[in-house]
C-alpha cells in the first residue's frame, strides 16, 4: 500500500503528465507563425495586457544564471542574477555612476531598473511593445534616472554616438534582418563605447549543417514566439565585425550551460504558484499550458546544442570620452 507520501507524489506526478499531454494537445490544435514587427508587437502586447507572463516570470523576461557549473536557485533571483553576471562580464561594473545606457528590447524595465539603481547608469529602454513601455513605466520608482519609450531596433530614433553604452538581452531572434540589427546596435553607440548583447542563437550550420529534425525544431522556435530567425555565434561576431565600428574583434563567450536550467523551471512555476488559476482562471490556464510544448522544445534545442546562449562583447572604434580614457 503506497504511503501519504507517494500518493501525494502520484498524484502531483499524474497531474503534471495530464498537464504536458493537454499543452501538447492545444498546441497541436492552434498552431501560430509571427511574419512581421508589427506582429511581434503585437505578441508582447498581449503577453503584458494579461499579466501571464509578468506573474510566472517576474520583471524580467529573459532566462536567468545559474552558475558555473549551474546549481539550485529561485528562479527570479536567477533573473536578476544574470544581469549583475553581465555587467560584470561586459566590464560596465568599472564604469562611473551618470554613464548612459541604452536597453534594447526592454521589455517591462527590470534589466534597465537594475542598472539605474545599482550601478548609477542613466538607462533609455525601449521595446517596440507599447503595452511593455506603459508596464515598465507604472513599475518604476519615481526618479530613478530610467526613461522607456517605444523604438523599432532596427531604425532607432537616436543620432549617431548617442550612448556610453548599448546594451541588448534575447531581443535579436525577433530581428529580420541581423545585418541592420548590428549595424544599429553599433551606430548609436558613442566612439569608444561598449556593446553588451546576450541572446539566443543557432548552432552555425555552415560548419554543421541542420539533420531534418532539427529543422523541424528550429521550424516550432521560430514559429512560436515571433522569432523571424536566429543568428549563430559565429554569424552575429561576423555582422557586428562587418559593420566597420568595432575596435579589434567581437569578444564572444557560450552561456548555454549557466542558463539551460531556466526552461523547465519556467514550467515548474506553473506548479509553485499555483495563485495563477485563481487569479488568471481557465483561460490563463489554457494560454499557459499552450507554451509548455514550446518549453521542452527549447530545453531539447539548447541541450542538445542546436541553440546556444551567446555572449557578445564590442567596442566601437574610436577614442573613448568615459573617463577620459580609452577603455
Avoid at 57 to 72: A, S, T, V
Avoid at 158 to 163: A, I, L, V
Avoid at 299 to 310: E, I, P
Wanted: proline share 6%.
Amino acid at each position: 500500500m503506497a504511503t501519504p507520501l507517494g500518493q501525494i507524489l502520484g498524484l502531483i506526478l499524474g497531474l503534471v503528465g495530464a498537464a504536458l499531454l493537454l499543452g501538447l494537445a492545444l498546441y497541436l490544435l492552434f498552431p501560430r507563425r509571427y511574419q512581421t514587427a508589427a506582429s511581434v508587437a503585437t505578441a508582447y502586447d498581449t503577453w503584458t495586457q494579461d499579466g501571464i507572463l509578468e506573474f510566472y516570470w517576474g520583471e524580467h523576461i529573459h532566462l536567468g544564471h545559474y552558475g558555473f557549473p549551474p546549481r539550485r536557485k529561485d528562479f527570479r533571483q536567477a533573473k536578476v542574477d544574470f544581469v549583475h553576471e553581465m555587467v560584470r562580464w561586459g566590464g560596465l561594473d568599472q564604469l562611473p555612476p551618470g554613464t548612459t545606457v541604452l536597453d534594447v528590447g526592454c521589455g517591462i524595465g527590470g534589466s534597465s531598473r537594475i542598472l539605474a539603481q545599482d550601478y548609477g547608469f542613466h538607462v533609455t529602454g525601449i521595446t517596440i511593445s507599447p503595452q511593455q513601455v506603459r508596464r515598465a513605466q507604472a513599475l518604476t520608482p519615481p526618479g530613478l534616472p530610467v526613461r522607456f519609450q517605444v523604438e523599432d531596433a532596427l531604425a532607432l530614433s537616436f543620432p549617431d554616438g548617442s550612448f556610453d553604452v548599448v546594451w541588448s538581452i534575447e531581443a535579436g531572434p525577433h530581428m529580420p534582418d541581423k545585418a541592420q540589427f548590428a549595424r544599429e546596435l553599433l551606430r548609436v553607440l558613442k566612439p569608444g563605447g561598449i556593446l553588451v548583447v546576450a541572446d539566443w542563437n543557432q548552432r552555425d550550420d555552415r560548419q554543421k549543417p541542420l539533420r531534418p529534425w532539427e529543422k523541424w525544431v528550429m521550424r516550432q522556435l521560430l514559429d512560436q514566439w515571433a522569432h523571424p530567425a536566429f543568428a549563430s555565434i559565429e554569424g552575429f561576431a561576423e555582422a557586428l565585425e562587418a559593420t566597420g565600428w568595432v575596435e579589434g574583434r567581437v569578444v564572444t563567450a557560450d552561456w548555454t550551460e549557466p542558463t539551460l536550467p531556466s526552461w523547465l523551471d519556467s514550467i515548474w512555476q506553473g506548479v509553485v504558484r499555483p495563485g495563477g488559476l485563481i487569479r488568471f482562471g481557465v483561460v490563463g490556464l489554457v494560454k499557459s499550458l499552450r507554451e509548455v510544448p514550446t518549453f521542452l522544445l527549447m530545453r531539447l534545442a539548447f541541450g542538445t546544442g542546436l541553440c546556444r546562449f551567446g555572449m557578445f562583447r564590442a567596442v566601437r572604434a574610436g577614442s573613448s570620452e568615459l573617463n577620459g580614457n580609452d577603455i
